[in-house]
């Protein structure tokens, strides 16, 4: 199987979805009770735990990024060392 994209492209998608799931997930953990430096002021949201339920959801997309670029990733690993395997 070839990969999609290339090498770098690959990894640094990989390192971006796992700072992302770090800080969207701390995010939604915050929200989610309601920390009063995020939900304490007038233009803050007023409901944290909707803020939190859609943090949660981007976390995922960000999971689904980190695995579909991982794999690329290690598809790329596989053809530089050992060489493509033709279908």
Same mark, same amino acid.
């Given at each position: 199987? $070839?990969? &999609?994209?290339?090498? /770098?492209?690959?990894?640094? %998608?990989?390192? +971006?979805?796992? !700072?992302? +799931? +770090? +800080?969207?997930?701390?995010?939604?953990? &915050? #929200? $989610? @009770?309601?920390?009063?430096? &995020?939900? @304490?002021?007038?233009?803050?949201? $007023?409901?944290?735990?909707?803020?939190?339920?859609?943090? #949660?959801?981007?976390? /995922?997309?960000?999971?689904?990024?980190?695995? !579909? %670029?991982?794999?690329?990733?290690? &598809?790329?690993?596989?053809?530089?060392?050992?060489?493509?395997?033709?279908?």
């Amino acid at each position: 199987m $070839k990969p &999609l994209v290339g090498a /770098m492209q690959a990894w640094s %998608c990989f390192v +971006i979805s796992v !700072f992302a +799931i +770090i +800080i969207l997930s701390i995010l939604g953990i &915050l #929200f $989610k @009770g309601n920390h009063p430096e &995020l939900v @304490g002021g007038e233009e803050d949201p $007023k409901n944290g735990e909707e803020v939190a339920a859609t943090a #949660f959801i981007a976390v /995922m997309i960000y999971a689904g990024f980190l695995v !579909f %670029c991982g794999l690329q990733g290690l &598809l790329h690993l596989r053809e530089s060392r050992r060489g493509a395997i033709a279908l």
